[in-house]
Nanobody, 122 residues
Framework: QVQLVESGGGLVQPGGSLRLSCAAS????????MGWYRQAPGEERELVAV???????NYADSVKDRFTITRDNDKYTVYLQMNSLKPADTAVYYC????????????????WGKGTLITVSS
């Protein structure tokens, strides 16, 4: 099975920056898509950014030009650099993946991390 473990959340002031990391563990050969979703209190979970194994990325309009997703395929790790943070970015951020190959078996997923809280407040 695939496990996703996030790190890097916390409290930050408006305009500040944070970097999230998510490492996948298990007997993994490849992961097609890794990325981030978030869920604010009382809201539905929404896509933040995703990164394919071949290098394509997709961002929510609300974070374009402020957030950058990168990925290390060799380490099965995805990062989210968040700049110019706003109070509206306050949410629990979840690591996400789908399309995992492990020991020659393909697992569609999706897989989710437990989430890390980011609070943007002065």
């Amino acid at each position: 099975q695939v496990q996703l473990v996030e790190s890097g959340g916390g409290l930050v002031q408006p305009g500040g920056s944070l970097r999230l990391s998510c490492a996948a563990s298990g007997s993994i050969s490849s992961i097609n898509v890794m990325g981030w979703y978030r869920q604010a209190p009382g809201e539905e979970r929404e896509l933040v950014a995703v990164h394919t194994r071949t290098g394509s990325t997709n961002y929510a309009d609300s974070v374009k030009d402020r957030f950058t997703i990168t990925r290390d395929n060799d380490k099965y790790t995805v990062y989210l650099q968040m700049n110019s943070l706003k109070p509206a970015d306050t949410a629990v951020y979840y690591c996400y993946s789908h399309g995992v190959t492990s020991m020659s078996v393909f697992y569609a997923g999706p897989y989710w991390g437990k989430g890390t809280l980011i609070t943007v407040s002065s």
